[in-house]
């Protein structure tokens, strides 16, 4: 008789979210399983951040993330990492905006959840067009597709080659300063003189005259990122840092080397699974953000209309779509790390 | 949900919001400083200093994962079970680095000893090469596929 009161009694108490017995782990229903589909999500992105480490270590070179990622809007010079802080930053704010929006839930303040929300999906958007931005430049500017990538390179065996050797080869020598196309550079106030430390250097073959609409003829000398020449060094065929590049003259060109039987050839483009992972995988996390936005905008009307207040279980609802935002804010701490600063 | 006061959570908030901004801009400062970017005299290149660039990378990444999870997903607050239930199963992954990048760094290897392998066979005798594709290829034929 007693066990079935106290049992009665219980299910009284509980039995508004699970049809068994007791809650497991003192969780919701919605609230357990929104953590289980992160732990797939996690698991999800895991293995797409996996394959893009493996295929890196089985590069031989992979693109630098300081010079693929130095450009900004309304800035013409090299600003290395500084847009992907912003963007950083821009989530990060968002993130907390709906921390505030779950405390104002807790305590059943319909306001307050409604204005840290709105804060979160303005912030959620903000992020999108940043990304939005992002990709049209890494397309559009420098030329980085699904299956194109002009960053870093194959290594063939062979060396690189010296300013003197292509000018012994019949090459004439020019000065970055001497480029037509940095005349356009004042435009902007800003000159790119000053980019260019360390006086960079690019050849052209005799015979072809030094204009701008000749830029995809010109011969760079490789240099690494330390912006030195490898004057005559030898392959390090493992060595994965390396860019091939005229970095600072922003001209995206391949770099020059010399076979073993003296012939002076352009290095082809980099790994072709940089630009697919990269758009891929920022391109996955901004789905997420979207469909985040969405369901934010789809809940703060909810909250409007006074759904969750009747509810009354101190507005899990926005918990829900909270511990939803934080993850994707979490994914991109890892997306981050992965894609920019390592 | 949180033991905590409206105002020290709120507190807490502010707190986070430092915490990740200041651990972005040192992760950040650290990557342009370490490759050059501030100072031209100091670069890490790519010698034995990568692997502790590396490691402060991926700590300070951790610790802000950490800092997420624990505090604005408010795991630090939830049953013991359900902490253990999310957290174990991402172990697995540590593995799943390890393994996968290991296989990454493996197959580099392989096909640069078929480069080598390759270039060795055309530069000493192509008969050599030529030899050996009348020895070991044939057109497939119709049983082939039975």
Redesign the interface.
Known sequence: MATDTTVHDHHQEVGENWDGAAE????SYGK?MM??F??SD??TF?GFL??Y????????AWP?P?FVFEKMPFYHGSA??VFV?FM??VL??S??T???AV?EG??NNKRGVIFWMALTIIGGATFLGCQAWEWNTMINGEGVTVTKNPFSSHLE?GNYISGSDLVAAGYKEYDVSEAPEMAHGDDHGHSHGEVN?NKVKYYLADGIANTEENIDKRYFVKR????EYHVGDAFE?????LITYGHDTHLYEPAAYKTEDGQILKERDGPIAFGSLFFFITGFHGFHVFSGVVFLIIIMINVASGLYHKRNN?YEMV?KI??YW??V??VW??V??CF??? | ?SDLS?ED??KL?FK??IL??VL??V??AI??FA???IT?SF?I??GWM?YPY?LI??GL?LY??YF??YE??HMRY??K??VA??LL??GL?VW??VA??????S??ER??VI??RN?METTTSPKIKKIGMVETTRELKKEDFQ
Not at chain 1, 24 to 27: R, V
Not at chain 1, 53 to 60: H, V, Y
Request: charged share 20%; proline share 4%; glycine share 8%.
């Open positions: 497991p782990f003192d969780a357990l953590w289980y992160l732990v996690a698991f895991a996996i394959a480490g493996a295929i890196r270590f089985s590069m031989p630098v300081d290395p990492l802080t950083t930053f990060i704010i993130s907390v709906m921390v505030r405390q807790a305590r065996n430390k690494d990122h330390n912006y065929v493992k060595d994965p840092y101190k918990e909270g511990l934080h993850f804010d979490l701490v890892f981050f790390l920019y600063l390592l | 949900m409206y959570s709120k908030v986070g919001l990740l901004g972005t801009i992760e950040v990557a342009l490759n050059g970017h031209e670069d290149g790519d990568r590396m990378m991926i990444s802000k994962a997420i999870i604005f997903m939830e049953a079970g359900l239930s999310v199963p991402t992954l799943a680095v996968f990048f290991n296989e990454g760094a197959y580099g096909r640069n480069k080598e270039q």
